[in-house]
Nanobody, 120 residues
């Protein structure tokens, strides 16, 4: 399984970004893709996740109402739309994947990360 993130950038507070995670190499079955982030000096945080078969999603409290995860199965891509960005959203954002449908279990596959910086 390979995951490639894109879309990170420098944006002003209150702005928006959309991150993409292009996935390849999955065999048939159910899998979850999650977005994580890690800021300097902080622990990695799971931001959101979605599976490939239904509309169940999960969000960290810190991003609820501002971030939206979505998927395009035909393109094998998962998106993270980030609105009303705050300086505290600054981090390297990673997408990760695991087989199965449960977001909270450990992920086996990771992308290389994309930098999001929110600053004026």
């Amino acid at each position: 399984v390979q995951l490639v993130e894109s879309g990170g950038d420098l944006v002003q507070p209150g702005g928006s970004l959309r991150l993409s995670c292009a996935a390849s190499g999955f065999t048939s079955g159910v899998y979850v893709i999650g977005w994580f982030r890690q800021a300097p000096g902080k622990e990695r945080e799971r931001v959101s996740c979605i599976n490939n078969v239904n509309d169940n999603t999960d969000y960290a409290d810190s991003v609820k109402g501002r971030f939206t995860i979505s998927r395009d199965n035909a393109k094998k891509t998962v998106y993270l739309q980030m609105n009303s960005l705050k300086p505290e959203d600054t981090a390297v954002y990673y997408c990760a994947a695991r087989y199965g449908s449960i977001c909270t279990r450990p992920y086996n596959y990771w992308g290389q990360g994309t930098q999001v910086t929110v600053s004026s």
